[in-house]
């Protein structure tokens, strides 16, 4: 059975690229927003979770500080992906991050290691 990853992305051609490189390896769900990724968090768990952090509405950072206290479990699980912030600059997070665009088995191994 393969591992389930939520991807959050609002750039509808991103969120289906980012599906396209994971498809072979996971089952995956976008959600456009980091509230709809939010509720969606409230009603099962994901094995991954790929977020973007420009995101309209909240933030993939603020989602990320939410799950902080109601999730905690979820945060070892939690990467992030942009293209229009510097990957260092999340260090604060303490989760992976990559810059878009990168190397598609880049992407595929970081996110085995975050479903394990």
């Known amino acids: ?48 979770i790929v ?20 999730h905690p479990e979820m945060l070892s699980r939690f990467m992030f992906f942009t293209a229009s912030i510097d990957p260092h600059s999340l260090k604060t997070f303490k989760v992976p991050a990559l810059l878009k665009p990168c190397a598609a088995e880049d992407l595929v191994k970081m996110v085995q290691s975050l479903a394990q």
């Open 1 to 48: 059975m393969k591992k389930l990853v939520m991807i959050v992305e609002n750039d509808e051609v991103l969120a289906r690229t980012t599906g396209r490189i994971l498809r072979d390896h996971f089952e995956f769900e976008t959600f456009p927003s980091a509230e709809k990724a939010f509720e969606a968090l409230l009603r099962k768990p994901y094995d991954a």
């Open 51 to 70: 977020c973007d952090v420009n995101l309209d509405g909240m933030l993939g950072t603020d989602l990320f500080r939410r799950l902080e206290t109601t």
